[in-house]
């Protein structure tokens, strides 16, 4: 029901813009959030939004660098990644919730997942 897109390799300092669509049911009601797991690693908060928009929140790792938007007209959630860092490198998901969340258990609903490769 969720689909993330956009992931691909990127030089550091390059960007990138993450898409994620929703099918089969509206989303637009829904907080969204993009976590991200590197190999070895616990799945990592990056950033989330409420249903309207009008409240987003960035982890600390990101802040300045990575913007969460959407657009519910078009049931899609983005995360604009600027200025890529190596450590930056790892599956990026998506994720719905009934309310706005910092920890991956409390989100319901969730995408497959696109690779975020940064070269050094």
């Known amino acids: 029901q969720l689909q993330a897109s956009g992931g691909g390799l990127v030089q550091a300092g390059g960007s990138l813009r993450l898409s994620c669509s929703a099918s089969?049911?509206?989303?637009?009601?829904?907080?969204m959030a993009w976590f991200r797991q590197a190999p070895g690693k616990e799945r990592e908060y990056v950033a989330a939004?409420?249903?309207?928009?009008?409240?987003?929140h960035h982890a600390d790792s990101v802040k300045g660098r990575f913007t969460i938007s959407r657009d519910n007209a078009k049931n899609t959630v983005y995360l604009q990644m600027n200025n890529l860092k190596p450590e930056d490198a790892a599956v990026y998901y998506c994720?719905?919730?009934?309310?706005?969340?910092?920890?991956?258990?409390?989100?319901?609903?969730w995408g497959q997942g696109t690779q975020v490769t940064v070269s050094s």
């Open positions: 089969g049911r509206t989303f637009s009601n829904y907080a």
């Open positions: 994720a719905a919730a009934s309310q706005v969340a910092f920890h991956a258990v409390e989100y319901d609903y």
């Open positions: 939004i409420s249903w309207t928009g009008g409240w987003t």
